[in-house]
């Protein structure tokens, strides 16, 4: 049986034993769980991605982004410094609300299914 893909979030889950392509559709899964699970991002305001981030750097790519991040507007965007790239989530292609921290703001924020909308800052 090919595995199966959960709707909310494209979480893959199911897998027959021994089934093709377990090993880097799971590996995909954990990196997700990973940057979703009390989600931070550093800033929402960069179109340009920043010259030196550290592994798991996470930014709301603003619109306009340029160079990486062209073409990835209000995408997350999280550094993999083993892969030496970065790699993007587009929260539009999952039915789940995402809250996250923004960093730089002291603000919450969360995905509607439409955009990211800001909630009161926090002190």
């Known amino acids: 049986m090919a595995a199966t893909q959960e709707p909310r979030n494209n979480i893959y889950y199911n897998w027959a034993l021994g089934e093709s392509g377990w090993n880097s559709q799971n590996d995909a899964n954990l990196l997700k769980l990973a940057t979703f699970t009390g989600l931070s991002v550093l800033d929402r305001d960069l179109t340009t991605p920043p010259g030196s981030p550290a592994n798991g750097d996470t930014y709301i790519v603003a619109t306009g982004g340029t160079g990486a991040w062209a073409a990835?507007?209000?995408?997350?965007?999280?550094?993999?410094?083993?892969?030496?790239?970065?790699?993007?989530?587009?929260?539009?292609?999952?039915?789940?609300?995402?809250?996250?921290?923004?960093?730089?703001?002291?603000?919450?924020?969360?995905?509607?299914?439409?955009?990211?909308?800001?909630?009161?800052?926090?002190?």
């Open 72 to 123: 990835k507007d209000a995408q997350l965007a999280v550094w993999r410094s083993g892969a030496a790239a970065w790699e993007f989530y587009d929260p539009s292609l999952t039915k789940a609300r995402l809250l996250v921290f923004i960093e730089d703001e002291s603000r919450l924020g969360v995905w509607n299914g439409t955009n990211w909308a800001l909630g009161v800052a926090l002190t």
